[in-house]
């Protein structure tokens, strides 16, 4: 059975996701959207599409088995609406939007109609995840500390706060999704947003550059995470640690790091997560079978829930109960 595939959003993502799928038995791309008609062409045209910049046009003229949706987080709505209201699976990139409200709202009707949907959080799908996942079953944790540390991205929706949510919603995110992967659910946060530098470097920054966020969980667990966006190209830093009395286990994107009285092991990430998740989706929507899936919409709607209090916590200066 081959799946015919489409996808929406013309941008990095997109790519990535669509060379995947073109490199995959039984799975053909068929159809791509963008926001004009031209951009949906372009990128319809390197697989052998058809392009079009209208989502209603697209699935009228196709018989889709799933679509990928990866827009920026202000393009969110009636995209899965359309998708929603026709029972066609969908796979969609983090995060869900700018803000809860429509999350919110769609998450209703997807539940409604039980329909199959997964979030692109692909680092639960590493090697290295699952590992420290199972290893952190056997241990009592402290406390986790969180960071990403990085530049600012050069599109103008990433530097709007309207438009992306500011840093901790649009690329923390993935920080928080595994600290609540790894670790359990968040039940309080408060956040500490400034900005420092960014927006006297660029025109219209209505996003916080710097900011930390202490998270309560429901275990008893208490962490922070924190992040910038005032760094130069190539210098950076992602990860999450975990504490207890054991040692420290040290994730980052590249290795994971185990320290026990002195002694360390350093075991590389390998395997392509991107190509996991994918994988885990295209089988549900084969079989079913939706076990596989680490992140589902309404998984990926309590990460937003999370980044979304962190802001109004930092808006409002006091702690938000979630």
């Not at 309207?162 to 993935?174: A, C, K, P, V, Y």
């Not at 084969?286 to 990926?300: A, C, F, M, P």
């Amino acid at each position: 059975m081959t799946l015919n595939i489409g996808i929406v959003g013309t941008g990095w993502f997109s790519k990535v996701h669509a060379d995947l799928l073109a490199g995959m038995e039984d799975v053909k791309l068929v159809a791509a959207c963008g926001s004009s008609q031209e951009k949906g062409e372009e990128l319809a045209g390197k697989y052998g599409a058809a392009g079009y910049g209208d989502i209603h046009d697209m699935l009228e003229n196709h018989e889709l088995d799933a679509v990928y949706i990866c827009v920026p987080p202000q393009a969110h709505g009636t995209i899965e609406r359309a998708l929603i209201r026709r029972d066609i699976p969908f796979f969609i990139e983090k995060p869900l939007a700018s803000s809860t409200e429509i999350p919110a709202s769609l998450l209703q009707e997807i539940k409604e109609r039980n329909l199959l949907t997964s979030v692109g959080y692909h680092f639960r799908y590493q090697e290295n995840i699952q590992r420290l996942k199972a290893e952190l079953e056997e241990d009592k944790v402290g406390m986790i500390v969180g960071q990403w540390m990085g530049g600012m991205p050069g599109v103008a929706w990433w530097r709007n706060q309207e438009m992306s949510g500011g840093q901790f919603t649009e690329q923390t995110t993935h920080i928080v999704d595994l600290l609540r992967y790894l670790a359990g659910e968040v039940t309080e946060v408060y956040g500490a947003f400034a900005n420092r530098i960014m927006h006297e470097k660029h025109e219209n920054v209505t996003v916080a550059d710097v900011g930390t966020v202490s998270l309560k969980l429901a275990s008893g667990i208490v962490a922070s995470i924190s992040n910038t966006c005032v760094l130069p190209d190539g210098v950076g830093k992602v990860g999450l640690s975990f504490y207890n009395e054991k040692g420290l286990l040290d994730w980052n994107p590249e290795r994971l790091l185990t320290v026990r009285s002195g002694n360390s092991e350093e075991t590389p990430n390998s395997g392509n997560p991107y190509a996991a998740e994918s994988e885990a989706f295209l089988h549900a929507v084969r079989t079913g079978d939706r076990t596989r899936i680490l992140s589902d919409y309404e998984d990926g709607y309590k990460t937003l829930k999370v980044t979304c209090a962190a802001f109004e916590s930092a808006q409002s200066g006091t702690p938000v109960k979630l």
